[in-house]
């Protein structure tokens, strides 16, 4: 199958362009024969709100009308995208990841560890991603947003779940994650699909730096820190389904979870 990420560049707070922005992305990468794309965290919004009250005036529900949106323009591609929204439920505000496709909203899932103001916005979610199969593709996905990253515990969960790529939709500022995203691969033995935004916002500079990574970590595709781009690369989710790193050592059946104490 073909994956990719799309790097862009987010207006904050301009809603009607950075939603036009991802419909291009989506054109951008139907036209490379993409089955599944990722797009950035909170990518119709922008990221860095003045305070909640900023936030909730550019959140909506999800399901809603960005989502159908999306869904709509998926299905006329037969594609597959994650994407990060600025979601709404009640009088509380989440930092969620859609998973949109052909037949529609997928589902999906709410930021559980928060960076920084974040934590002065929004809620953090109470459970990890599900494990989505893509039917068409025969593949398994599971969906981190940002700063799961530093969390082990969130890659390996969703792989011990079957999760045979890691969509990470993100806002990264700090330089190493694309390093450490490398690290989740090999560590788990799946494919990550990272995609940052470019640019500066209200005094966070944001570095880019998408990829794609194998389960060796190898990275298959990348992008570097200011340029706005989409990118798309074959492969091959039956490799992430071996867990042999020998042939008498398995990934996951060689652990020794009596002893962990986590």
Known sequence: MRVGYAQIKPCIGNKKLNLETTFWAVEEAAGLGADLLVLPELCT?????????????LAEPVPGPTTNSWAEKTREHGMYMVAGICEID??????????????GFVGKYRKTHL??????????????????????????VGILICFDWVFPEVARTLALAGAEIL??????????????????????RVYTITSNRIGEERGLRF??????????????????S???????VEIDPNQARDKYITPKNHLFNDRRTEIYNL
Do not use: W
């Open 90 to 103: 009640g009088n509380k505000l989440f930092n969620t990841a859609v998973l949109v496709g052909p037949h």
């Open 226 to 232: 200011d340029v706005a781009e989409v990118k798309v």
């Open 167 to 188: 969509c990470q939709p993100a806002n990264l500022v700090l330089e190493y994650c694309p390093l450490v995203m490398r690290a989740r691969s090999i560590e788990n």
């Open 115 to 140: 960076f920084l103001d974040e934590k002065e916005i929004f809620t953090p979610g109470n459970s990890l991603s599900e494990v989505y199969t893509l039917p068409e593709m025969g593949a398994r």
């Open 45 to 57: 919004t922008g990221y860095a709100f003045r305070d909640r009250e900023e936030a909730k005036k």
């Open 207 to 224: 570095i880019g730096k998408s990829q794609v990574t194998d389960v060796r970590g190898e990275i298959l595709v990348s992008s570097p």
